[in-house]
C-alpha cells in the first residue's frame, strides 16, 4: 500500500505480528494496482463485458465503493483508476497534463452478482481510497479472533481503537491539521470507533505552480481544486471513514459538509483560506465532542 503500520496490543496474543502480516498481504494480493499478478489488476485487464469472480474481501470493498457512490453522487468512484494513472498517481508513473473520463460517471460501468463483477465501459478499478481503511478493519478483526481486546491499529494515518490502555484510559489520538494554517490538533478518543483522513498535503505534485492533489473528481477528470485541506472522518468501520472522508474532500467544503450532515457522518474540515486555515464540523462531530 506504499505506507506503514502499527499496532498496540495490551497483553498481545503469540504471534500476532505474523498473523497482522498474514492479512495485510493478502489484501494487497487482492486490492493493490501495484501487483501485476493481484486480483484488481486483472480485473482491470479483462475483457470489457466478462463476468470475473472475485475474492470475497475484495466483493466487500467493491460493494461499499459503490454504495458510498450512490449516495455522494459519484464524488466517491472505486471506478477511477484510468484518471488516477492519468495524473501520475497510478502504478504507471506516467504523467498527462490533461485527462477527462472516458466515461461520465465511472462507477456506473461496473455491475456486479453475488461474488462476480465485470466491466461495461474501459473503467479501471482503484480502492486506494478505501482498502487502507478495509485493512485496517481486518486487522482489528484478526486480533479480536486471537483474543485481544483491548488494541489501537494504525496503517497510513487511519486508525481504529478497540478497549482501553493499560492505564485504562481510552486511546487518545490527535488528529493533524496540515501544515502552515494555524489550527489547533484534535483530540480523540477511540474506543470501537475509527477515524481516517483525507488531507491535499500527503500526496500531490506541483505543474506550473499549481499543486494537483492526488484526490481527482470524477466529473472533471481532474484533480480537486476545492481548497479543502483535509477531512477527518469518525466511523465505527474504518473502511467507511475511509470513503467517506474522500467523497467529502471531493465535494469541497459547502457540498461536503451537506452531504457528511444528511447521512450523520461526524466529519471535520479544513479549508484554505488567505488568511490560514478554517475548520468545519459536522453536527454528529459536535455531539460527541460535547
Known sequence: ???????????????CEDEITDVLARIITQ???????????RFNLSRIGLWTPLPPEMMTVLRAGLDVAKLSGGAFDP?????????????SGTYASSARPSHPSPWTALEIDQQQARRTADVTL???????????????RRLR????????????GELRGDGVRPDGQPWWVDVESPPGLGLPTLRIALCGLSVATSGDYRRFRVD??????HSIDPATG???????????????SAMMADAWATAITVLGHEGGMALATRHGIAARLIRREDDGGQEYMTPALAAMLD
Open 31 to 41: 486490492m493493490s494496482n501495484w501487483e501485476a499478478a493481484s486480483d484488481i489488476s
Open 222 to 236: 481532474m484533480p480537486i481544486g476545492n481548497d479543502v485541506a483535509s477531512v477527518s472522518v469518525l466511523h465505527q
Open 208 to 213: 506550473d505552480d499549481r499543486r494537483l492533489s
Open 145 to 156: 479472533d486471537l483474543g485481544a481486546r483491548h488494541f489501537l491499529v494504525e496503517i497510513g
Open 79 to 91: 471506478a477511477v483508476g484510468r484518471l488516477v494513472d492519468h495524473w501520475g498517481f497510478g502504478p
Open 1 to 15: 500500500m506504499g505506507t506503514t503500520w502499527s499496532a498496540h496490543i495490551v497483553d498481545a496474543p503469540a504471534s
Open 126 to 140: 482503484d480502492f486506494s481510497g478505501i482498502a487502507k481503511g478495509f485493512a485496517v478493519d481486518a486487522v482489528a
